[in-house]
């Protein structure tokens, strides 16, 4: 008999640039729409891009987690570069903090981790955020390029999406808003081929993209903007005939609240 191969999938929810504030009570009715947008849905987990809160303080950033509480999917925050920096802010560790308190997925008030959706994929959480003032530039630190390195090292043949605020292949051209010194980390994405997908936010713009090794980059729209949209990612693959990132299908679905 003929070995029969079937695919399996994953599906999950990302949302960027929310920019909460508390001064702004109609974003807590959009959240909750997201929230039972969400449970409609079922994805797998949820990811929250970055610039989840509009400027960095601890009210905005309670107020910003008390209103996704409600989501019932496991849920997982990226920091942003107006979530937290040491100058005009709260430090990354008391952002965490606030994180953690409310977010039992990460308890271990990390700025960059991992978690496992299932027995195929990891996924990659990273912080490309400055920890010290506030900008609009993303770059990720050596250290956490040996990192991500170690990792990929470690599961080789595991599927890989990644996830960080600021784009390395942007939707559009704006320096003001560009990842600075991506030469290492696009050399390690060369080197390994089971970095399927890399998700990020900041340009206020949805976008997929495919670099010349297949991985997809996909842009999010900002939550904060009419009509107020998310994205659905779907990822099918086969574990068995994979050999590149090209092998897999990735359906991109915008959802208005």
Known sequence: MQNISFADMIEFAQISDVHYTLDN???????????????????????FLGDNVDNSS???TIGFMRAIHGINPPYYIVLGNTDAHRLNGIEKEIYLDIVSAFNRNQDEKSKYYYFKPNHDIICVVLDDTSDFAKSTHGQIPDEQIQWLEDLLNKYPKRLFIIFHHSPVLPPRIEYK???????KYEELLKKHSNVIVISS????????????NGVRHISAPAFKDIPHSYQLIKIIYNKDTYKTPKDIEVIVTKVKV
Not at 29 to 45: A, Q, R
Not at 177 to 183: A, P, V
Not at 201 to 212: K, L, V
């Open 25 to 47: 009570e109609i974003m807590d009715k959009y959240l909750y729409f997201l929230s039972m947008s969400i449970k409609k849905k079922n994805p797998d987990f949820v990811v």
């Open 58 to 60: 601890e009210e905005d």
């Open 177 to 183: 808003l560009s990842m600075l010194n991506t030469e």
């Open 201 to 212: 936010g900041h340009y206020h713009q949805d976008a997929i993209q495919e670099d010349t």
